[in-house]
T-cell receptor, first 112, second 114 residues
Framework: GQQLNQSPQSMFIQEGEDVSMNCTSS?????WLWYKQDPGEGPVLLIALYKAGELTSNGRLTAQFGITRKDSFLNISASIPSDVGIYFCAGHLTSGTYKYIFGTGTRLKVLA | KAGVTQTPRYLIKTRGQQVTLSCSPI?????VSWYQQTPGQGLQFLFE???????NKGNFPGRFSGRQFSNSRSEMNVSTLELGDSALYLC?????????????FGEGSRLTVL
């Protein structure tokens, strides 16, 4: 199925470091969503973005909706061990359809 | 406000059997979608229901089917199970309109086919 390009695929970082990941698409989205998934659990919605250029924060997380509406990035500041998990982006299409397209995921590992 | 509830959380079946998974969306949400998640393929879209009608369908064989009830609860069924159907099946709900895009997932149903 269709998936968004998400990078990096995985990353190891030291506790306290900042993390950045991004998603790009050939499609224009109305909404960008960012999720975190722990092993064996369902994805948990972290941030929702609705407008091009929008910058939204949720605690140590900051995400932006790209100006072209075809990309988004997520930053995590001052990472802690519980940030470990897989982060997914998702784009919401509503023009001519109602569909969510997901990124391939970024696996984050934090070294204490 | 209760989240998306999926049952059962875990189940083991054998090849050839069928399985039915259930999903109760967040109250007020009219759209329910289903996804299959495997380590190699990531999140794959199965289908989406809105007001009891299938609005979108992914590229899965006809063995995968679903339905939505008038209270927005949804079920998905997989018939003639194959080993490759082993996966985490995720249900997600949203308001379903074109302006509010937040999508909320349940904990998933982990299916193992032996």
């Amino acid at each position: 199925g269709q998936q968004l390009n998400q990078s990096p695929q995985s990353m190891f970082i030291q506790e306290g470091e900042d993390v950045s990941m991004n998603c790009t698409s050939s499609s224009i989205f109305n909404t960008w969503l960012w999720y975190k998934q722990d092993p064996g659990e369902g994805p948990v919605l972290l941030i929702a973005l609705y407008k091009a250029g929008e910058l939204t924060s949720n605690g140590r997380l900051t995400a932006q909706f790209g100006i072209t509406r075809k990309d988004s990035f997520l930053n995590i500041s001052a990472s802690i061990p519980s940030d470990v998990g897989i982060y997914f982006c998702a784009g919401h299409l509503t023009s001519g359809t109602y569909k969510y397209i997901f990124g391939t995921g970024t696996r984050l590992k934090v070294l204490a | 406000k209760a989240g998306v509830t999926q049952t059962p959380r875990y189940l083991i079946k054998t090849r050839g059997q069928q399985v039915t998974l259930s999903c109760s969306p967040i109250s007020g949400h009219r759209s329910v979608s289903w996804y299959q998640q495997t380590p190699g393929q990531g999140l794959q879209f199965l289908f989406e229901y809105f007001s009891e009608t299938q609005r979108n369908k992914g590229n899965f064989p006809g063995r995968f089917s679903g339905r939505q009830f008038s209270n927005s609860r949804s079920e998905m069924n997989v018939s003639t199970l194959e080993l490759g159907d082993s996966a985490l099946y995720l249900c997600a709900s949203s308001l379903g309109d074109r302006h509010t895009g937040e999508l909320f997932f349940g904990e998933g149903s982990r299916l193992t086919v032996l």
